[in-house]
């Protein structure tokens, strides 16, 4: 099955500074999502994006599916966007979402 | 528009007991699907509906695992019997069609003794 590597594994910022997060993946993919997921367990979408780019507001996404990766960029960051980044993709074949091992980030005040 | 719903959120049980968590997915979502996130680590398919039919179960331990999905709304997943293993939390997601974004619920945080 399709394999997803994120990196890095963990991540510690100081409030305000800005950090990229990096997604790969081995095969062609139908769809990607990056989700946040707190510190409740909570999975928040934060973007569909299986390529192209989008913003919304302090985050943006980025994905080249021709080159099997995804970036996503955090400005400013806050001490509210502490907690682990997935991204997850699905093929062709299956619409289950394939998980990446996820990016913990702390963001210290 | 409601979220995703499960319930309960947490449970405690001891091995060799039986389990049930229920979904019940956004409104108009026609697949649903159950995924097992152990600590640590990246959700994991276990199950997935369309409508109330069963598309992919592969991943399912079916000797200890079963789902249904009556009427193609409201899902359950069942263990019985659990073992300490099946400690994790297990989320239910959806989405309009198959190859749609995937809306997760909060998901029920299972702790096995």
């Known amino acids: 099955g399709i394999q997803v590597e994120q990196s890095p594994p963990d991540l510690i910022l100081q409030e305000g500074a800005n950090s990229t997060l990096r997604c790969n993946f081995s095969?062609?993919?139908?769809?990607l999502q990056w989700f946040h997921q707190n510190p409740w367990g909570q999975l928040i979408n934060l973007f569909y994006i299986p390529s192209g780019t989008k913003q919304n507001g302090r985050l943006s996404a980025t994905t080249v599916a021709t080159e099997r990766y995804s970036l996503l960029y955090i400005s400013s960051s806050q001490t509210t966007d502490s907690g682990v980044y997935f991204c997850?993709?699905?093929?062709?074949?299956?619409?289950?979402?394939?998980f990446g091992k996820g990016i913990t980030l702390s963001v210290r005040p | 528009e409601a979220g995703v719903a499960q319930s309960p959120r947490y449970k405690i049980i001891e091995k060799r007991q039986s389990v049930a968590f229920w979904c019940n997915p956004i409104s108009g979502h026609a697949t649903l699907y159950w995924y097992q996130q152990i600590l640590g680590q990246g959700p994991k398919l276990l199950i997935q509906?369309?409508?109330?039919?069963?598309?992919?179960d592969s991943q399912l331990p079916k000797d200890r695992f079963s789902a249904e999905r009556l009427k193609g709304v409201d899902s359950t997943l069942k263990i019985q019997p659990a073992k300490l293993e099946d400690s994790a939390v297990y989320l239910c997601?959806?989405?309009?069609?198959?190859?749609?974004?995937?809306?997760f619920g909060a998901g029920t945080r299972l702790s096995v003794l």
């Open positions: 509906f369309q409508n109330n039919g069963v598309v992919d």
């Open positions: 997601a959806s989405s309009v069609a198959r190859w749609d974004i995937q809306y």
């Open positions: 997850a993709v699905n093929t062709g074949a299956n619409s289950k979402l394939t």
């Open positions: 095969d062609s993919v139908n769809n």
